[in-house]
């Protein structure tokens, strides 16, 4: 089977060839009757973790989708195995790397997957969008950089997908408009901001408040 991998070359040849590798493991369990044979262990055994879980989310966008999707599974669930947290996953994909181009990253769509993986069955759930709060220095920090993110194209679609997300998160937390002020943005009680990045965020949580049904 390592043959057969190290034929085909790099990872993005491998990707189109997922479903011509996965046919050949089938026929290989079939004639062999050895069930230890997998494509994801192959994989691994050339190619990092890192280098892999990357290969497989770009796959997923494309004719690969279905083979990419039960690879990546396996993957998920191997890091299970092996305890991985979702900071360690987060590490692994080396998403401190991306700095502010995190938002146009294909490994943040991985490390979601796996965090919903990882929440089956616990009674405490890991918080997805609060780990990619904290690489920008938290809530408040956040919340205004999304704001830049959805002026830019190339970002705007996931800029708008994870501030709907902070504020179902801010949401849960029982914050409402004026609260998101003094909770997120330090903003006292008694002082009035003229941020206009903080007024609009605020104007924006109002508006998503509004949307599902809870009282602002």
């Known amino acids: ?6 034929k085909i070359g790099g990872l993005d040849k491998l990707a189109n060839a997922l479903p011509k ?15 230890d044979i997998s494509l994801i262990k192959t994989l691994l055994a050339k190619y990092s973790d ?24 396996e993957q998920f669930q191997m890091w299970l195995k092996d305890d991985k947290s979702i900071d360690d996953v987060y590490k692994l994909l080396k998403l401190d790397d991306y700095g502010e181009a995190i938002m146009l990253s294909r490994a943040l769509d991985t490390l979601e997957s796996y965090t919903t993986v990882f929440n089956e069955g616990k009674p405490i759930k890991e918080s997805f969008i609060k780990i990619i709060s904290s690489h920008f220095g938290g809530d408040d920090k956040f919340a205004l950089k999304l704001l830049g993110f959805k002026g830019l194209e190339p970002s705007r679609e996931k800029a708008i997908d994870l501030q709907t997300k902070l504020f179902q998160q801010w949401k849960d937390e029982g914050l409402d408009s004026v609260s998101v002020l003094n909770k997120v943005f330090k903003v006292r009680k008694i002082e009035k901001t003229t941020d206009g ?3 609009l965020t605020a104007k924006e949580f109002k508006n998503f408040l509004r949307k599902t049904r809870t009282t602002p």
């Open 1 to 6: 089977m390592e043959v057969e991998v190290a």
């Open 197 to 199: 990045g903080i007024l």
């Open 21 to 35: 590798l996965d046919d050949h493991v089938k026929s290989l369990k079939l004639t062999y009757g050895n069930n």
């Open 50 to 73: 890192f280098r892999v879980a990357k290969m497989l989310e770009k796959a997923k966008s494309g004719d690969e989708k279905d083979i990419a999707t039960k690879l990546q599974t």
